[in-house]
């Protein structure tokens, strides 16, 4: 059977990407709900991103090489396939948002979950302001990221099992128990590039799905992407029950259903009714909440 002949689903290529120094288990809810639909689906592992258990200290590679490596992922796929579509969470949103600036029209949709162009949820300290300190001075030379409680969850029992994990062995479904200055750096790095370079994203459509209560990142980051994405369709979900972790916490189902209805609609080439032109998305943004 032809690529042209296969069921839409099939012709529709999937890449899932986990946020920073973390690993593709992030995103296994969704994968499997994808999967289960027909999808090719793609998880990636980024050197230099990735959690790599094999290493006794985690090093970071420039956000460059990030991109590099979801762009070539991206034009293999797009040899084999109808259309290519982005999944991230977290710094994997941004990781998207990089690589859809990076390839263009080669990119046709993006899933964008607890999408973190900045740092301004309810947990986040007020020294946060003092991290280019760390980050680009010498001071931040031995300081390191530790991952606490909450952990980006807030289902009790799933955080526990978190703390399990991350005392039996350094990475756990909700990333890293540490991530070092070298990663936060390039990360900070590439949020910059994306934040400059928002209106260049060329995909006609994206769905944002964040929770009410993020730790990390409030809705406003909805609000960034809304006024700065220039693409035919933008939607916003803003789910009631969870935490930053959005895909292992209590809406993680939720998030699994809107992904799919979502790639769906892109496989089929068919409008999003519940879409919106990007200039009026913001305006909608609560309203998504109360629904």
Sequence with gaps: MSIRQQPAARRTAIVLLHGLCSTPDELLTVQSALRGSGYPVHPMRVDGYSFDAAAPVQHAAPYEHWLDAVEAQVKMLRAQHD????????????LALGAAIRCGSDVDALVLMSTTLRFDGWAIPR????????LYTPLGRLWQYRERPPY????????????????QRKVSSAGSALIGV??????????RHVR????RVQ????LALHAQQDEVASVANLDILARGLRCKAFRSVVLPDSYHMITIDN?????????????????HCTPDTSGMPVASAALSIRSSFLA
Aim: charged share 30%.
């Design 251 to 267: 809406d993680r189902h939720q998030v699994a259903r809107e992904t799919v209805a979502f790639a769906d609609a892109v496989a």
């Design 127 to 134: 020294t946060h302001m003092l991290l280019p300190l760390a």
């Design 196 to 199: 400059r370079n928002l209106r």
């Design 203 to 206: 995909c006609a459509s994206v």
């Design 83 to 94: 259309r290519v579509l982005l999944v991230g969470i977290s710094a994997g949103s941004s």
């Design 152 to 167: 980006g969850v807030k289902n009790e029992r799933v955080r526990a099992w978190i703390e399990r994990e991350l005392r």
């Design 182 to 191: 070298g990663h936060l750096r390039e990360h900070d790095r590439l949020i």
